[in-house]
T-cell receptor
């Protein structure tokens, strides 16, 4: 079974609007970490945001926030005030003890920001 | 440099030849990963090194693939008897973390083309 599921292969958003990229995960570990990365067309991988499973509050980093719903096992990325430079692939990732703490990635969502 | 360094950046080889891809992680990072990314696809986990522990090789697709990490630093991914389906970008990443926390720092990748 897939550990990380990103159900949106592609998403469109109008510039300056907010967009939510979905991510669900599967683990039986009580302690785990969730990450989002951005990959522009240049190919580099850029870390965006981290959420620990025991964190009481949703993580935020500038225009990025993580909507963490532990009971639903979802960790959606919210990008506020989209910019043209946000057009990229976005990957959700997880680390867990039962996986030896290795990081596994979802299939990704390609975001297109329209002017 | 201070980042993860990979070489070569591009490699074109003929089917059946062996190739070696090198990764120089960030100094002091105990964790090192190799991932494979086919065009427009997600990151496929290949192998994970953590300190002096035995590597997690669960993602290696066949026995033609192997990797080693010498002295807890530089890693080499070797693909023997390359096939056309091995064509992809091979990404190396390192992390200081031994647990659920700590983001990955990625190299720019080695693009392998098998003719």
């Amino acid at each position: 079974a897939q550990k990380i599921t990103q159900t949106q292969p592609g998403m469109f958003v109008q510039e300056k609007e907010a967009v939510t990229l979905d991510c669900t995960y599967d683990t039986s570990d009580p302690s785990y970490g969730l990450f989002w990365y951005k990959q522009p067309s240049s190919g580099e991988m850029i870390f965006l945001i981290y959420q620990g499973s025991y964190d009481q509050q949703n993580a935020t980093e500038g225009r990025y926030s993580l909507n963490f719903q532990k009971a639903r096992k979802s960790a959606n990325l919210v990008i506020s005030a989209s910019q043209l430079g946000d057009s990229a692939m976005y990957f959700c990732a997880m680390r867990e003890p039962s996986g030896g703490f290795k990081t596994i990635f979802g299939a990704g969502t390609r975001l297109f920001v329209k002017a | 440099g201070a980042g993860v360094s990979q070489s070569p950046s591009n490699k074109v080889t003929e089917k059946g030849k062996d190739v070696e891809l090198r990764c120089d992680p960030i100094s002091g990072h105990t964790a090192l990963y190799w991932y494979r990314q086919s065009l427009g696809q997600g990151l496929e986990f290949l192998i994970y090194f953590q300190g002096n522990s035995a590597p997690d090789k669960s993602g290696l697709p066949s026995d033609r693939f192997s990797a080693e990490r010498t002295g807890g630093s530089v890693s080499t991914l070797t693909i023997q008897r390359t096939q056309q389906e091995d064509s992809a970008v091979y990404l190396c990443a390192s992390s200081f973390s031994r647990d659920n926390t700590g983001e990955l720092f990625f190299g720019e990748g080695s693009r392998l083309t098998v003719l």
